[in-house]
């Protein structure tokens, strides 16, 4: 049964914001045998201190991410291994601003040129594309916490031991075949692209291993390369380039609280019988490209790389437990706060249009057979109570802004949503008596 009523439901957030020698120029000579690539990821960062209130200032949640587990059990992270400056070692064949193809790459691209001569071993791109594998083994990292990356397939890779160029990882997830390439203003093919597709369950990461401050004056100039990894001392050398993962969208946690019947009161049976069917968010652009890399903007964040928006779609909140849409009772005491749901993560906007179902249970009679009567040759039948619901629908999408600001990639935030007992619809009526006063007269 839906009916029609006006629905008082109110969501509420708000963020507080948060030099070579001459021995280094002779060719280099393959001593110790090919250095092999491996990688390692950290942590994806959701580490953002997020306060929640309503309109009378009387939620506060703080949040802290809880992301350890992301990259220890992350099956599929899609990784490239690409030259990102000239190293200075040996004179390079080809200089990075005259590159035609950043991702040429026949070991791991067999469509690429074959006969491609103008630098040897195609060695600006090392790796392409490559899957990653789950693993669970900790490694030690300058960084702190990171987990072991290998590679689909017992894949292997290494680097050249002819050192023309330094090498940055990127690495994204959810891992795609469906890539698409961008050619600059002089044809260059400069930026890869991957689709994401987002259905407000899944994750989206992005990350790189590259120089970092802490690293030393030696360190910046040759990493990443075979020379990096041979000429550091033992202690150092046991850690692998780390690809720090960002979540690259926005998430939206909904908790769910009872408002009293009268403003300030603490009157609320009219919400505790309220239970929230579903919550939406409307009109969500569903595929994004997203910018793994890019020759010309090397050093991009992770706030510029989605873009092309398209197929719009409706994110509907699920059950954490359960593939089921979240249903959840209204708490029964004022100041109580649950969380509803799993939440929902989308691109970053400046407003959301969110649309909110709640029922509430309702007696209504109906008719069932009772016995049947073979005088009359038919069945009489009785009244019988039963339990059904009301539906109130918001009669058009809320609007949730964060005051002008963006909903932040990386972030999360909780939504309070107050919820208030329907408010039916009355009429009165009053008429008012006539008044008689003196109209025109008529002589006949």
Known sequence: MKKIGLLSAVAFASLAFVGCSESELAPARDEAGPTEITLAGGPASLYADVSIRNRSDRRRAIIHGDNDEIVETIPNLGVFCLAREVQGSNPAPTQMQNIQNWFQNTFTNPDADMDNTSVPNNMFCLIHNLKSTRTTREVVAKSGKAYEITWDKDTVAYYPTTLFYNYDFFAYYPYTDELRYKKNGKGQNHRVEAAVRIDGRTDVLWGRATVTDDMTEWEK???????????????????????????????????????????????????????????????????HWMTVADLDNIDMKADMLLSDPSEPVDLVLW??????????????????TVTMG???????????????????????????????????????????????????????????????????????????????????????????????EQGPTFEL
């Not at 033992?234 to 609280?257: A, D, G, Q």
């Not at 309702?362 to 073979?374: E, L």
């Not at 009301?390 to 058009?396: A, D, I, P, T």
């Open 221 to 287: 100039k040759y990493a990443y390369s075979a020379k990096y990894f041979r000429e550091q001392d033992s202690v150092s050398i046991t850690t692998n380039p780390v690809v720090k993962l960002e979540h690259v969208l926005t998430r939206m946690r909904f908790l769910v609280t009872p408002g009293a019947t009268v403003e300030g009161g603490s009157d609320i049976r009219e919400a505790k019988d309220m239970t929230v069917e579903k919550i939406a968010i409307c009109n969500v652009n569903s595929k």
């Open 319 to 336: 059950d954490e437990e359960k593939d089921t849409v979240a249903v959840m009772k209204c708490p029964q005491e004022l100041n109580d």
């Open 342 to 436: 799993e939440g929902i993560m989308l691109p970053p906007a400046r407003e959301y249009k969110i649309q909110i179902i709640l029922s509430r249970p309702v007696q209504k009679t109906i008719q069932v057979q009772d016995y049947y009567d073979n005088d009359l040759e038919k069945w009489v039948m009785k009244d019988v109570v039963v339990w059904d619901k009301e539906l109130y629908v918001s009669e058009s999408p809320l609007v949730m802004g964060n005051g002008g600001k963006i909903f932040a990639q990386g972030k999360c935030y909780d939504i309070v949503i107050t919820i208030h007992g329907p408010k039916q619809i009355g009429l009165g009526a009053t008429l008012k008596e006539w008044e008689t």
